[in-house]
């Protein structure tokens, strides 16, 4: 990474900002044995310390809240082929009513609308309708019947480009947290695939409470940026949804003198959205808005945390958003310093890899 522009309050952020070496044999292309043995960098203090996942209730205070993305991955790739017999590879990004989806298509020529493309060998056809998407850029597809039992029937694990197998029934079971509920996600929140059924009796235990938001994490997630600055770069927009009891659970953390912790930058997202869009509408109590709705946050250096207090992490892509995200959260130099460490103490990156807890080092939002 490059130096820091901590110390210049108001500097303009660039990409090269957040670029790292990373050795590609870091990537991890398989999980941990067990999801709660991986590794854990606590990056909450000053200095980093190495520990082992199942210990982050010990690192948690009683009174504290626990929130987590109950989003369930689906089977989104397909593959098929067009009327005229070229290949067609699908990422179902988003499931619409009346059986419809907007989904990523890639084909040697697009497919126009008013055709079809035949997936899985046949087992069922789609209409291609249109463009469609925030902006244009996703094919408008017809399936013909739910869209979710026809995926979960025919598609595929849709693993990140950056995991090279074909996927499997390990990938089945382990790119899935235990939180999953909702279907809809196309990409895994990745911080909660080290919890398993023991870190959540010690959370219990701990006398940490626990809450839901729903964000059904798009490929966006995914999405190189292509601007130096920062200031030119579009987000990508997700779904998501915070519910009344989770607002009330907030509230009643802050009464008790507890921490909000996020399991995971999709968690935060949905909180900041929430609570940025709650401060829009006048609210000044720097709660999330109870409700679901379409987001387009984009976090960096500078921007002002309302909810989350601690943050569990995994470690993300050179020149990416996340990256951005856990910057603005930690501080630039620290997280650019904890991922040195990762580094030489060959942490595993990306989804499949080790996880990071991290404390928010900016002045909070005055309450």
């Not at 094919?139 to 950056?162: K, T």
């Not at 921007?303 to 989350?308: E, N, S």
């Amino acid at each position: 990474m490059s130096v820091s522009p901590d110390a210049r309050p108001g500097a303009a952020w660039t990409l090269s900002d957040f670029d790292f070496e990373l050795p590609p044999e870091l990537i991890a292309q398989h999980p941990a044995a067990e999801r709660s043995a991986s590794r854990l960098l606590d990056g909450s203090g000053d200095l980093p310390v190495d520990r082992v996942f199942r210990v982050l209730p010990g690192l948690l205070q009683p009174g504290d809240l626990l929130i987590s993305n109950d989003t369930r991955v689906i089977k989104a790739r397909l593959h098929g082929e067009k009327a005229t017999g070229g290949a067609v590879e699908a990422l179902i990004e988003r499931v619409l009513p009346d059986h419809e989806v907007l989904a990523h298509v890639r084909a040697s020529k697009s497919p126009k609308p008013g055709t079809t493309v035949r997936f899985a060998h046949g087992a069922f056809e789609a209409e291609v309708l249109g463009r469609g998407g925030p902006d244009g850029g996703l094919f408008h597809l017809r399936f013909p019947a739910d869209p979710f039992a026809l995926l979960e029937a025919h598609g595929h694990v849709p693993l990140p480009p950056y995991i090279t197998h074909e996927d499997g029934a390990e990938d089945v079971q382990r790119y899935q947290t235990v939180f999953a509920a909702r279907p809809g996600a196309v990409a895994a929140p990745t911080a909660s695939l080290h919890f398993d059924d023991a870190v959540l009796a010690a959370l219990d235990e701990r006398g940490v409470q626990r809450a839901t938001v729903t964000l059904h994490v798009g490929a966006g997630t995914f999405q190189p940026v292509r601007t130096e600055s920062l200031a030119e770069h579009k987000m990508h927009s997700e779904w998501y949804e915070v519910p009344a009891a989770t607002r009330e659970a907030i509230a009643a953390c802050r009464a008790r003198g507890g921490r909000v912790v996020s399991a995971g930058t999709t968690t935060l997202r949905a909180l900041e959205s929430a609570a940025a869009w709650a401060a829009e509408q006048g609210a000044s109590d720097d709660l999330p808005a109870i409700g679901a709705r379409d987001t387009a946050l984009f976090i960096t250096p500078g921007f002002r945390f309302r909810v989350v207090d601690r943050l569990v992490t995994n470690f993300h892509l050179p020149r990416s958003t996340l990256l951005m995200l856990v910057s603005a959260f930690a501080g630039h130099a620290h997280v650019r310093a904890l991922y040195r460490h990762a580094i030489e103490s060959r942490y595993r990156f990306f989804s499949y890899g080790d996880a990071m807890l991290l404390a928010r080092t900016e002045a909070p939002v005055p309450r």
